[in-house]
């Protein structure tokens, strides 16, 4: 996922992804957005094995989906060589998780990523579609193609994240980022 370029979003009211209650969250592109770490551990634990979800760090799908599947690309950030797919962290829980909490699975899969909000600018945030795997980009992130944007995430659920894995990590234990 660090290889990515990254789309844009725009204001309008929005709708929570699992329960259709307003989240008061603001998009104006009528995708829905994901209010809490709960929320978005139930979309994960109810969501088919057949259907995989991944996290997207980019300015949104009006940019990075043209409706042909062409122009979904990311580049790599060291060549600019153009990558089979955009650059996503997969949502599945896997096996050796086991039991453990959903949620801080998920706190996990945000926080690791979150320094890209910084690193590509402005409007860079967070959200959630279904995909399949095109192919594995040079930090062996997946590269996907989007077959449905699912929802965005709020800027309350990346705060709960935060105090989730800062609550359960070493003091040296950070995000995978490059340019710390």
Same mark, same amino acid.
């Given at each position: ?6 789309g ?13 209650? &307003?989240?008061?969250?603001?998009t104006?592109?009528? +995708?829905?957005?994901?209010?809490? #770490?709960? *929320? /978005? ?8 094995s057949?259907e ?13 989906l ?15 060589v ?18 453990? &909490? ?7 899969? +945000?926080?690791?990523?979150?320094? #890209?909000? *910084? /690193?590509?600018?402005?409007?860079v ?9 095109t ?33 359960l990590?070493?003091r ?9």
């Amino acid at each position: 996922m660090t290889a990515a370029d990254d789309g844009d979003r725009a204001p309008g009211e929005t709708t929570g992804a699992s329960t259709g209650e &307003s989240t008061g969250e603001s998009t104006g592109d009528g +995708l829905p957005t994901i209010a809490s #770490l709960a *929320e /978005l551990a139930q979309l994960v634990d109810s969501h088919g094995s057949g259907e995989e979800l991944y996290i997207r760090w980019s300015q949104g799908p009006h940019l990075d989906l043209d409706g042909t599947g062409n122009g979904q690309i990311s580049r790599d950030a060291l060549t600019g060589v153009p990558l089979p797919g955009l650059s996503a962290s997969p949502l599945a829980v896997e096996p050796w998780w086991e039991d453990r &909490s959903i949620r801080v699975w998920v706190a996990r899969r +945000l926080y690791d990523y979150r320094h #890209l909000r *910084e /690193l590509r600018g402005p409007g860079v945030r967070p959200w959630v579609l279904i995909g399949n795997e095109t192919g594995r980009g040079p930090d062996n992130e997946p590269l996907v193609s989007c077959r449905e944007p699912v929802a965005w995430i709020a800027e309350d659920a990346l705060a709960e994240c935060e105090r989730t894995v800062r609550g359960l990590a070493p003091r040296d234990w950070g995000p995978l980022n490059r340019g710390r």
